[in-house]
């Protein structure tokens, strides 16, 4: 990771990789390349990883909120329109309070991060987005980001 130009994580389960990273202390080496300004990505499990705090089907029976590597400010949820589940996942931990915002992303879109704050979704499926999904008046309201359509 020392002269990596971009780290790329693939999907799998969240909590078994961030686990398995501490254990060999390999977030240390992660969040050395971070701070130098390596492009951190992924897809699914590869992409909340490096978020705070991540929506995970990492256990069996249930979607949960789970802490992840930190490195990026916020809660990712992938899969928004692939998996029936999240939306109302989504919903219910922004109405409990668990939450307060999520960044949601649709299958077939990307969310570029800028220093800490999201930037544009790339949309390289047919019209998909990402989401700032926040509770205002008991309602979950989803502002997209703008997009960049390749």
Not at 24 to 34: E, F, M, T
Not at 73 to 100: N, Q
Request: glycine share 8%; hydrophobic share 40%; net charge negative.
């Amino acid at each position: 990771t020392s002269k990596a130009d971009i780290i790329l994580v693939s999907g799998g389960n969240t909590l078994y990789a961030c686990d398995r990273w501490k254990s060999l202390n390999l977030q240390a080496h992660l969040a050395s390349a971070a701070i130098r300004g390596c492009v951190l990505t992924g897809g699914s499990a590869g992409a909340i990883c490096w978020f705070e705090k991540g929506i995970t089907d990492s256990w069996a029976n249930d979607l949960a909120v789970m802490d992840c590597l930190g490195f990026v400010k916020g809660i990712c949820c992938p899969h928004y329109d692939e998996e029936p589940a999240r939306r109302p996942f989504v919903e219910s931990v922004l109405k409990k309070g668990l939450i307060d915002h999520c960044l949601s992303v649709e299958g077939n879109c990307a969310l570029h991060i800028k220093n800490d704050k999201p930037y544009k979704a790339i949309n390289f499926g047919k019209n998909k987005n990402s989401y700032n999904a926040t509770l205002v008046d008991e309602r979950v309201l989803e502002d997209a980001f703008e997009r960049i359509d390749l």
